[in-house]
């Protein structure tokens, strides 16, 4: 739409208006910019706050063209004269509208400058055309004839106060007359009667708005190119000709160099070469109907749920798609699965820990806990270290300037699996060494990065953005007062352990891959960190091929039962306490009201712990650290979904002490992807993209009903009519719509200009207890100066668990939640690979438990806290929200039941 990138600017950078222009530094005796858009936002026009230096700019700039979008529209609605109000009907948030326009015939006397030059804002674009609305305000002209004359703007469209759908009538373009307008109409454009300023109450950036939009968008630039035009036809001197000019081609833009790009001008390839990592790649292929091979359960169980740091990423809905007589491939199965309809989403489990020489764990203690706590600390072995560094800055650091980052893996293959290794085993004696193209490989993980960001790690992401656009920058001090009553201190802010040994399952092939990472070059120490991961890779290889089905997991159960809790009478001593109250939560969900009333936001996530003390039998045999992984193995039955994960941080017991080690389980259930990096189509396909692009996408679901799952002939249609009424739900489609519009914005603040898109809006997808609301979008990212922490600082925390706009909503929900963190809870989970690629889940549907300090040799007692909440519009009731935040508990809290009920009745001393 724009030859060249535009400039962002914070309204709050800057103390005036020209103190902006003196730090442009430009000689351009003209206006150094083709035209200015002022943003939507929260608040109010008459609130200096939350406007900066907008009203000034609009009083500064009467010769420059200014479209106001929503708060914009206000502002120079505000600015000239007229009253800006609540709007009549109430908060408009995500819903549409049908907008009517008055035709160019129809328009007064007032005449615009530049020899009668207008915008023709609305030009292409039929009567009634449908807008996305996000608005609590409304800009209202007076009544009266003779007011609404003396003023110095004029409406210029309307919409119907109410947002129920119009008639069939009026789509085919039947324009209401003019004189019919009365109060239950809302000003939804307006213009200057002498000044080229337009403001539009509706967004046009909305993906609800579509077409319309961008056409509304692309007749304002057009303008504005227009006008530029006739201002520099106006300077009737050639040597002022000559340095405007000159300012445009040295300013790449009518006055302007600046990008909103925000990703850095480093370069971020990486080669073999560079590297400082070797990834060495063994497929142990499985043999469909006829595999003796593990599952991923048997495996985990028997190799790393012992150990004090591990983790499954754990795709608990993939199944098998060897699911013929002959053991071959079925491709018509591509399309779903019981539990999960993407397949795509549940085909590799990933696991390992930190037992490999390479491996480190990385524990971040934020902002939200006791200064004494905070810091970085990095454990190795039995070295122990601390940085002052916030944990993406780290993985940057190790990623890009330690050059971690490898773009290549080798396949190795082993003889027979009865191969002993002698003593003087290396490198040497494997069978055969290959170069991978990373695109052979169905799947991305090549070693790196596993863990989780929490909720908290906002305060840095948040800090990033501001930097990047401009803005006042944010205090390094948290905000609130840190204590344990609000911030468990057992649970970093985030932790992430490097993997270098690991373990990849495809469950459509049944084959398992095992991922070695050693060190690259031809020293010695090279040579040893390859002899010894190969050793290590030779070893599990054979491990996994001699475990055999006949282990059978504890975890199976009958699917007809699967979703009963035990009626064993055990469960009564389990009581879950909410962090606030059902009355206070009521009460929050008033206070969410009416901050959306008062234009501070459209769409609140406010959520809730509940917390228990479970005591249970402990097994001698164990360690305490073991048990939370048998409540997992019961989430997992109980509610498969596609991005589950199992994680276990806590100290070896040779580990140096320290007061900020971790002890924490998480138990996650999830079905969200947040967001995901895959390298694009190679050139040379029908792809345009670049070698090396990458793929961003994130599926935000918003939008939750109880699936019906009872038995009988209609128990299916029964379920059928639950997801047809959550697709057609108004009040579900708008909080939908919001999250995927501000993931728009965020994406786009790194991926290249123009490549978002939104390629599913709204679907339903239908899970083993819930149906959800699903939209998918994506963007594509140059890889060359941007990587997958770019996109986290970008996008963190996922819009799904805020709501919008994020940063002012952020700051409202932390008064709402009473400072309390909400730990690995609406963070993230996933791996950052050594390839650039990542996948990241939304940490919802999960227990995080916390060892307390009662356990002695015959019990354990464990803290459970589960994060539930949900999103509050102008449309929530209170009851229903309530209703719902238990709703997407449920699952968990009866996984912990049926755990701490099976302890209760099986377990001996």
């Not at 010695?524 to 491990?543: C, F, G, K």
């Not at 138990?667 to 992807?673: D, G, K, L, Q, T």
């Not at 940490?843 to 007692?861: G, K, Q, Y």
Request: a negative charge.
């Amino acid at each position: 739409m724009t030859i060249h990138p535009i400039k962002v600017i914070m309204n709050d950078v800057f103390a005036s208006w020209e103190d902006f222009l003196q730090n442009e530094s430009t000689d351009d005796p003209l206006n150094p910019y083709d035209c200015i858009i002022l943003s939507p936002g929260p608040g109010q026009p008459s609130h200096s706050a939350d406007m900066g230096i907008v009203l000034e700019t609009i009083r500064a700039n009467s010769n420059v063209p200014i479209l106001g979008v929503c708060l914009g529209h206000q502002a120079l609605g505000y600015v000239y004269g007229s009253e800006v109000k609540l709007a009549p009907c109430g908060p408009v948030h995500g819903l549409m509208s049908s907008v009517y326009f008055e035709e160019d015939d129809d328009r007064g006397d007032g005449q615009q400058s530049r020899q009668n030059l207008t915008c023709q804002l609305f030009d292409g674009l039929r009567q009634y055309f449908d807008v996305v609305r996000y608005h609590s305000l409304v800009v209202e002209f007076p009544s009266d004839e003779d007011k609404l004359d003396a003023l110095d703007i004029e409406p210029m469209a309307w919409c119907r106060s109410s947002v129920a759908a119009i008639s069939d009538e009026t789509l085919n373009g039947q324009s209401e007359p003019m004189q019919q307008r009365d109060n239950s109409t809302i000003c939804m454009a307006l213009r200057h009667k002498q000044y080229p300023h337009y403001g539009v109450q509706f967004h046009p950036e909305s993906i609800g708005t579509g077409e319309a939009g961008y056409r509304l968008l692309w007749n304002f630039c057009e303008f504005a190119d227009q006008y530029r035009q006739q201002q520099l036809d106006e300077v009737t001197t050639p040597s002022i000709r000559r340095r405007v000019a000159s300012v445009q081609t040295s300013n790449g833009l009518h006055g302007s160099a600046a990008s909103n790009d925000l990703s850095k001008s480093r370069d971020v390839e990486s080669s073999p070469s560079r590297s400082c990592h070797r990834v060495l790649i063994h497929k142990v292929e499985g043999l469909g109907e006829t595999s003796t091979l593990s599952t991923p359960e048997q495996v985990f169980e028997i190799l790393y749920s012992s150990r004090p740091n591990s983790f499954w990423l754990d795709s608990s809905t993939g199944k098998s798609r060897r699911n013929r007589a002959d053991g071959t491939t079925d491709s018509s199965k591509e399309s779903g699965n019981d539990g999960c309809p993407i397949t795509s989403n549940s085909r590799f489990s990933i696991m390992g820990s930190d037992d490999g020489p390479l491996s480190r764990k990385i524990e971040y203690f934020g902002r939200e806990h006791r200064p004494d706590r905070r810091g970085l600390h990095v454990t190795s072995g039995s070295v122990r270290e601390m940085f002052d560094s916030d944990i993406l800055t780290y993985l940057r650091q190790q990623l890009v300037d330690e050059r971690e980052l490898s773009d290549h893996a080798e396949v190795i293959t082993f003889g027979s699996a009865s191969e002993t290794i002698t003593p003087n085993f290396s490198a040497r004696t494997v069978n055969e060494f290959g170069e991978y193209e990373d695109e052979s490989l169905p799947f991305d993980f090549r070693g790196g990065y596993v863990g989780y960001l929490g909720y908290e790690v906002r305060h840095d992401t948040q800090c990033w953005i501001f930097e990047q656009e401009g803005g006042m920058g944010c205090d390094a001090s948290y905000d609130g007062k840190p204590s344990d009553d609000k911030t468990n201190p057992n649970v970093p802010t985030a932790t992430f352990l490097f993997s270098d040994r690991s373990l990849l399952y495809d469950h459509h092939t049944e084959d398992w891959y095992v991922i070695g990472v050693s060190r690259n070059g031809n020293g010695d120490a090279e040579t040893t960190s390859l002899d010894e991961t190969i050793s290590w890779m030779h070893d599990v290889q054979r491990t996994i091929k001699t475990m055999t089905s006949q282990h059978t997991s504890s975890s199976t159960v009958d699917n007809d039962n699967k979703h009963m809790i035990p009626s064993n009478g055990n469960t009564d001593h389990v009581n879950f306490v909410p962090n606030r109250s059902k009355a206070q939560y009521q009460m929050d969900i008033s206070r969410s009201h009416e901050e959306i009333r008062n234009g501070e936001s459209y769409e609140l996530c406010v959520t809730n712990h509940l917390e228990t003390e479970l005591r249970i039998p402990r097994i001698l045999s164990k360690e305490v650290h073991e048990s939370p992984f048998e409540l997992y193995k019961l989430l997992r039955q109980r509610n498969p979904a596609p991005f589950s994960a199992f994680m276990n941080i806590y100290p070896h017991n040779d580990s140096p002490p320290s007061m900020s080690s971790a002890t924490v389980s998480i138990c996650c259930s999830s079905p969200e992807r947040f967001l995901s990096v895959k390298k694009a189509q190679p050139a040379g396909t029908t792809s345009s993209h670049q070698p090396r692009d990458f793929i961003v996408e994130s599926k935000p679901i918003k939008g939750t009903a109880a699936r019906y799952l009872g038995t009988g002939e209609d128990a299916q249609l029964l379920d059928s009519e639950i997801a047809s009424r959550l697709k057609e739900s108004v009040k579900d489609k708008a909080e939908n719509l919001m999250i995927v519009d501000l993931l728009r914005n965020d994406l786009g603040r790194v991926c290249r200009v123009g490549s978002v898109h939104v390629p599913k809006l709204m679907h339903i997808e239908s899970y083993a207890t819930v149906h959800q609301m699903v939209s998918t979008v994506r963007g594509t990212l140059d890889g060359h100066t941007t990587n997958a922490i770019d996109v986290i600082e970008a996008c963190f925390p996922g819009g799904s668990m805020t709501g919008a706009p994020k940063h002012r909503t952020m700051e409202i929900i932390n008064e709402i939640e009473q400072g309390v963190s909400r730990g690995p809870y609406s963070g993230c989970l996933g791996y950052i690979s050594l390839n650039g690629c990542m996948d990241m889940n939304i940490v919802i549907r999960s227990a995080v438990l916390t060892p307390l300090s009662a356990n002695d040799e015959h019990s354990e007692t464990w803290k459970a806290s589960i994060g539930c909440g949900g999103a509050i519009t102008a449309l929530s009731d209170s009851d229903d929200e309530y209703e719902e935040m238990l709703l997407k508990s449920r699952v968990v809290r009866e996984s912990i039941l049926e755990w701490t009920s099976d302890k209760s009745s099986v377990q001996k001393f």
